[in-house]
């Protein structure tokens, strides 16, 4: 008889937001902590940890809302663990730029598998204060509980780098190919439909991810700061010249809190109080809102630091994600997406986008941009290509969901398809009409609900046209079609989920307490998906 051999127990399952090392080192640590309690255990979920703070995920959050400002999310989570008080700073909309889901940048954060606090766009300088400020609370407490291995395992770990093309830390060089222009005149928008060759990258992808692009800074915009600072546009600073490092590796965008804090230190009286309460999250002229790295030199003219020193106080440039618009079935070996190109006046400047003008006016056709693909999380078509599929995206969040039917269209899905699209003017801000109108002919795209805002003395909107078609939604719904919505996470998507839970009352029976269960059922079960920003 073979002797019987236990094997390796392990309580922290793969899935977990771990590497390879840290599982195997944890569910040694859990595994001495529990001694003898744990045989026969089975693997324990994320947030599941004996003997310590609960790790932060999506099943116990409920400021899991994008919709909810800052401080409802921490007054939410002010008796939960440091990690899912970490989570709560965060802007819950899980787009994947800081290359986490929000739960697991928290926990990386607490693991001390990641120190950087800047990754989170959407939250912007409001999560990075609130990140420090939480850091702080922690003190050496905080510090203790996440090392519990002793000073070797406290040290910070260098990024590690994922697949090549798969994460922002590992990018690739891709071919941009074209850009055309989706608006007809008269629009008050700038919006573009891009085109990039990935043919020798390693990228593949299916519809619903994202690409992650790394722009350049405008440089009219860079020669600007350099002559406000006084410096040698050709000065060598780590390898780079001065103008290299401000066009492709650091933010210009709104001034960081260190800026502020440098310039505090070179100006005195009025001045340097300004400075302070504006490093300290403060407004002290009303302004702070619209105060961009230039902006901020300009408010402190007396203020020159070195250029040197100045690189240190700015943030590092992001990459940026756009929502895939194209299908690899249909478009292989192709990427496209659809942009908004941002411009705006503020005090006599003109103030662009960073990426977005990149690509719309900047990147000349046939050069390389480096990217890389962040694949979705619960954003994806059926399994079962015979279910119905409501989509619902205004403007360019109609991205996703052109890659859909253009994904439905190439395997001959079964099931049917309705888009709910809308944006300002049909005159000019119908974008992909002509091919919407031959998916129609197809009998591809099942229903095209439109809505315009600006025509008519009466706003139109996507949501307006789900209560009119109330009755028929509801059909599709109790049917099983899965609903998707793509767009403004703090406005849109809240006014769709409002929506539903109004069809449900009205054309299912329910009473409000019941239509709200509705659409939380829907979500639980994977039919309500959002990709929002």
């Not at 921490?74 to 899912?84: I, V």
């Not at 800081?98 to 928290?106: P, R």
């Not at 969040?397 to 190439?410: D, S, V």
């Amino acid at each position: 008889m073979s002797e019987h051999v236990t094997p390796p127990l392990v309580l922290i399952p793969e899935t977990a937001p771990f590497s390879a090392d840290q599982r195997s080192w944890l569910s040694g640590y859990f595994a001495a902590l529990l001694g003898p309690a744990v045989e026969g255990a089975t693997a324990l979920a994320p947030g599941e940890a004996p003997g310590g703070p609960a790790l932060a995920d999506n099943g116990d959050a409920p400021w899991h809302d994008p919709s909810l400002g800052l401080g409802e999310r921490m007054e939410m989570a002010k008796d939960r663990s440091e990690p899912q008080k970490l989570m709560a700073a965060m802007a819950q909309q899980d787009c994947g730029q800081c290359g986490y889901n929000c739960a697991d940048y928290a926990n990386a954060i607490f693991l001390r598998n990641e120190e950087r606090l800047n990754l989170c766009q959407p939250g912007g300088k409001e999560t990075l204060r609130m990140l420090k400020k939480l850091e702080e609370e922690f003190g050496a407490g905080g510090a203790a509980a996440r090392s519990p291995a002793g000073d070797a395992e406290a040290a910070p770990k260098a990024v590690e780098l994922g697949p090549l093309g798969y994460c922002r830390e590992n990018p690739v060089e891709a071919t941009f190919v074209s850009r055309t222009r989706l608006n007809a005149p008269g629009g008050e928008k700038e919006t573009w439909h891009i085109e990039i060759d990935l043919t020798g990258t390693p990228i593949t992808y299916t519809v619903g991810d994202s690409l992650g692009l790394f722009p350049a800074n405008a440089p009219a915009l860079v020669d600007a700061v350099v002559a406000e600072l006084g410096a040698r546009p050709e000065r060598i600073i780590a390898g780079k010249t001065l103008r290299q490092a401000l066009l492709t590796d650091y933010a210009l965008g709104a001034a960081p809190d260190g800026l502020y804090q440098l310039l505090s230190l070179l100006t005195s009286g009025e001045a340097r109080k300004k400075a302070q309460a504006l490093a300290a999250g403060e407004d002290p002229d009303g302004d702070a809102a619209h105060l961009d790295v230039l902006g901020a030199l300009h408010k402190f003219p007396g203020a020159r630091p070195d250029a040197e020193v100045f690189l240190e106080a700015l943030d590092e440039l992001q990459p940026r994600l756009y929502s895939i618009s194209s299908s690899p079935k249909a478009d292989p070996g192709r990427v496209s997406l659809t942009v908004d190109a941002v411009r705006y006046n503020h005090r006599s400047r003109l103030r662009l986008g960073v990426a977005s003008t990149h690509l719309g006016e900047r990147l000349p056709e046939t050069t390389t941009v480096k990217v890389y693909l962040q694949k979705a999380h619960g954003f994806a078509l059926p399994d079962d290509p015979s279910r119905d599929v409501v989509m619902c995206g205004p403007g360019t969040g109609i991205a996703p969901f052109r890659a859909f039917l253009r994904e439905r269209a190439a395997t001959r899905a079964p099931g049917r398809n309705w888009l709910f699209y809308g944006h300002q003017r049909q005159a000019s801000d119908f974008f992909y009409k002509d091919e919407l109108n031959r998916l129609k002919d197809d009998k591809v795209l099942t229903r095209l609900s439109l809505a315009w805002s600006r025509d008519g003395t009466e706003k139109t909107y996507v949501q307006d046209r789900m209560r009119e078609n109330g009755a028929e939604l509801w059909k599709w719904l109790e049917g099983g079609a899965h609903f998707y919505v793509c767009g403004d996470a703090k406005r849109m998507a809240k006014d769709v989920e409002r929506a539903i839970i109004d069809v449900a009352a009205a054309h299912g029976g329910k009473n409000p307490d019941e239509a709200v269960a509705y659409l939380a059922a829907l979500k639980k079960a994977g039919r309500y998906q959002a990709d929002v920003y």
